[in-house]
């Protein structure tokens, strides 16, 4: 009985430590983010965090103006 006890036990870990370990595949979003100029980007989920694909494109420079006190 303990025999079998530790056979099924060992057998639960091995699944269970293989099932873990699987690798994803990313995930693309597609047109996830567009810029002032219009053009869309694609975004790809890897686990928890979201990256973009390429880099902008934009042609436009935004500035921002902000007064020294």
Same mark, same amino acid.
């Given at each position: 009985m303990k025999r079998i006890?530790?056979?099924i036990s060992v057998c639960l870990l091995a699944i269970i430590i293989c099932?873990?370990?699987q690798? #994803?595949?990313p995930k693309v979003? #597609?047109?996830a983010v567009k @810029?002032? @100029?219009?053009n869309r980007y694609d975004a790809v989920r890897i686990g928890k965090q979201v990256w973009m694909k390429s880099?902008? #494109?934009t042609t436009r420079e #935004?500035?921002?103006l902000?007064?020294?006190v």
């Open positions: 006890f530790t056979i099932s873990c370990n690798e #994803r595949e979003i #597609r047109n @810029d002032y @100029d219009g880099n902008l #494109r #935004r500035r921002l902000a007064s020294c």
